[in-house]
């Protein structure tokens, strides 16, 4: 019985670095074997995969612009030649762009829908297709999808319709796959934000601090552990959808 084969296989889009990186590195130390994706970010997506095969986990590098059907295609394809049972999915890749609603252009508008949202929907529905004996699908949402941001207006409507998708595929993929997701707020500061910027939005936050890696792998944790759990979204921003 060859047991290295056996072992699940996780695929994690916008796994090279920051928040996809930290999912990708958590469930390879749970013992999964990880896809993980990437676009741009080769040189990354390289010393991620070599921090994964440090720990004695399988890492399958997956190239793909996610904003191109044929592209999805091609990368689920590379999936079906991997022997682990595929059993989960996290959709951890997007692009956070000013976005005012009355001033963005056309293209921008579709990269951050593309990204943001088709694919998330593509994704899934490519996975549940090869989730033969079920698995879980989680989808990583923002706690600005229920937040009015007038300068980030196309992003918070990709994250609004992120999860919403994750609703109505929890219900049609039910019983056999779940389907939840996670809604952070201050996680990781953006290359865009200064420390004094950072801090101002910790104090907006109610819990006077912003989150943790641990704090974010433990929600993770609970929605792939907890079998009675889908359709959920964990808001995990200390509060911040309250103000």
Same mark, same amino acid.
């Given at each position: ?28 130390? @749970? ?22 095969? %440090? ?14 059907? @044929? ?6 394809? @590379? ?44 994704? *899934?529905?490519? *996975? ?12 990583? *949402? ?15 409507? %990709? ?16 019983? %056999? ?13 953006? %290359? ?20 943790? *890696? @641990? ?29």
């Amino acid at each position: 019985m060859d047991t290295d084969k056996e072992m699940p296989l996780a695929m994690i889009t916008g796994a090279a670095r920051r928040v996809g990186k930290l999912i990708a590195l958590h469930l390879a130390r @749970q013992g999964y074997a990880i896809g993980l994706h990437y676009h741009s970010s080769l040189t990354e997506a390289q010393k991620t995969a070599n921090e994964i095969r %440090s720990i004695g986990v399988p890492v399958y590098l997956l190239g793909a612009d996610l904003t191109r059907e @044929q592209e999805i295609n091609d990368l689920f394809k @590379q999936i079906d030649e991997i022997q682990h049972p595929f059993k989960v999915l996290v959709n951890s890749a997007a692009v956070l762009m000013r976005s005012d609603l009355m001033k963005i252009e056309i293209e921008d508008w579709e990269k951050i829908m593309s990204l943001n949202i088709r694919s998330v929907w593509l994704t *899934s529905r490519e *996975s549940a297709l090869r989730m033969k004996t079920g698995g879980t699908i989680i989808n990583i *949402s923002d706690v600005g999808a229920r937040k009015n941001w007038t300068g980030y207006g196309a992003y918070v409507i %990709s994250k609004a319709a992120v999860e919403t998708l994750t609703r109505l595929m929890a219900r049609q993929l039910a019983p %056999s796959i779940r389907v939840n997701a996670i809604a952070p707020g201050l996680l990781l500061r953006g %290359s865009d934000l200064n420390e004094e910027e950072w801090q101002a939005l910790i104090d907006r936050v109610p819990m006077k601090k912003a989150g943790d *890696s @641990q704090q974010f792998l433990a929600a993770l944790d609970f929605l792939l552990n907890n079998e009675y759990i889908t359709g959920e979204i964990i808001t995990l921003a200390g509060g911040y959808q309250l103000v």
